[in-house]
């Protein structure tokens, strides 16, 4: 089982940027793959913790940059350029497969707010 810990959320006009973290704990973890999710269904971003390899739903390509840091244990998304559209409660999520569906994960982080002001 993973554990994991989000933090980073906040309020920020249209514009401006955020970065969440992640902190992730447990047996298996290293093995994992990290996904962010909004509103719990909505795919935002995933990256394999051991190649670093990544994915992006095509509503944040290039406005969002997922990150990890092998030290620290911790997964980051850098969201920048940020949208009205993009407020929701956003969740950190571990699953075993590199996947854009909230089902296969099954190791979720209690959420943070993030809120963007037009």
């Known amino acids: 089982q993973v554990q994991l810990v989000e933090s980073g959320g906040g309020l920020v006009q249209a514009g401006g940027s955020l970065r969440l973290s992640c902190a992730a704990s447990?047996?298996?973890?290293?093995?994992?793959?990290l996904g962010w999710f909004r509103q719990e269904r909505e795919f935002v971003a995933a990256i394999s913790w051991n190649?670093?390899?990544?994915y992006y739903a095509d509503s944040v390509k290039g406005r969002f940059t997922i990150s990890r840091d092998t030290a620290k244990n911790t997964v980051y998304l850098q969201m920048n350029s940020l949208k009205p559209e993009d407020t929701a409660v956003y969740y950190c999520?571990?699953?075993?497969?590199?996947?854009?569906?909230?089902?296969?994960?099954?190791?979720w982080g209690q959420g943070t707010q993030v809120t963007v002001s037009s």
């Open positions: 999520a571990a699953s075993s497969r590199l996947s854009i569906d909230y089902r296969d994960y099954d190791s």
């Open positions: 447990g047996r298996t973890f290293s093995r994992s793959r």
């Open positions: 190649s670093g390899r990544t």
